[in-house]
């Protein structure tokens, strides 16, 4: 008997020829639109027909014959499932997977190839001031924040932004919704704003500061640059000022002033009691 029908053999049973073929199935979520920096992306590695128990996945990007990015045992469903928590712009690329097991690793073929295409939601976000950055005392401003979003068209229903994305001609548009919130000096004085508008009626130099803006849809989320609001009127400034650094000054002073002749009626006060004191027992003690 020869040797080669025994090593066939040790072949089938070491590795049967269906698990020879074996080929995974990676699937992508979400898959019927575009993935935005900060969505979840969910790639699912599954053998077919079988329980991921006792399997190891793994996942390449780009290139096959470096190190896969992800590697996880598989569960009884079948696979194992690599999630990309925030998606950023990096994870765009093309990925495949595949499974191994025993000693030494037996792997199975790699899947389909992939692609996941990340994108910033935001191309941009401006905030500007109408009628200008320097206001009035007592004038109105309005500050209005501006977000331009990749591969939407924008509808805009009684003030309120509603944006419609669309990966590409043969998928529905997805709406998305987007909201703005305003910061002077890095607080928010508004929130959550779906006109993109911060207006001020009567500006005082509390409305003075660094202003910007935030826009948000869903997780995705950027900042605009900053701009200063200030008032024209620099003598007023200056008297708010002046005003201010007297209150800080004089308040304490007098304060202390007050603090001072009171103590003194005090002193004075005492020092009469204990005279009529000494009086009492110096009347008192010749008795
Ligand atoms: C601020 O916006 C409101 C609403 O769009 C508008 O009526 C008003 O004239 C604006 N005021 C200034 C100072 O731009
Ligand atoms: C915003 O638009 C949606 C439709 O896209 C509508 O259902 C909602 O009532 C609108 N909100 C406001 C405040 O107008
Ligand atoms: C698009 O929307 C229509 C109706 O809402 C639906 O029947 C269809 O399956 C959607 N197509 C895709 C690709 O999601």
Not at 70 to 78: D, K, L, P, T
Not at 86 to 112: D, E, I, K, L, M
Not at 195 to 203: L, N, P, T
Request: charged share 15%; net charge positive.
């Amino acid at each position: 008997m020869s040797l080669l029908p025994v090593l066939l053999l040790s072949t089938l049973v070491v590795y049967p020829s269906s698990e020879v073929l074996l080929m995974p199935t990676l699937t992508v979520e979400p898959s019927g639109r575009q993935v935005y920096t900060e969505d979840t992306v969910s790639l699912a590695c599954q053998l077919p027909g079988l329980s991921g128990l006792g399997w190891q996945f793994y996942w390449h990007k780009d290139r096959q014959d470096t190190g896969p990015v992800e590697q996880m045992w598989g569960r009884v469903g079948g696979g194992a499932v690599y999630q990309l928590w925030r998606a950023s712009v990096t994870h765009t690329g093309q990925y495949w997977c595949r499974a191994g097991r025993g000693q030494p690793v037996f792997y199975t073929q790699y899947s389909q190839a992939v692609f996941v295409n990340v994108i910033e939601l935001f191309t941009s976000v401006t905030l500007s001031a109408s009628p200008s950055t320097v206001v009035k005392e007592g004038g109105a401003f309005n500050l209005t924040c501006e977000a331009q979003l990749s591969n939407c068209k924008l509808s805009q229903h009684h003030g309120n932004h509603s944006l419609h994305s669309h990966p590409d001609p043969d998928r529905n548009w997805t709406t998305v919704v987007v909201t703005f919130s305003f910061l002077r000096d890095g607080w928010p004085v508004a929130r959550d704003s779906v006109s993109g508008m911060y207006s001020v009626a009567r500006a005082s130099s509390c409305h003075m500061g660094t202003y910007s803006c935030v826009a948000r849809a869903g997780r995705a989320r950027r900042s605009s640059q900053e701009i200063s609001i200030t008032l024209d009127n620099l003598s007023l400034i200056l008297l708010t000022c002046f005003g201010t650094f007297l209150i800080l000054s004089v308040a304490p002073l007098a304060f202390f002033v007050r603090l001072y002749v009171m103590r003194l009626w005090q002193l004075r006060a005492r020092g009469q009691g204990e005279l009529q004191c000494n009086e009492c027992s110096t009347i008192q003690g010749p008795k």
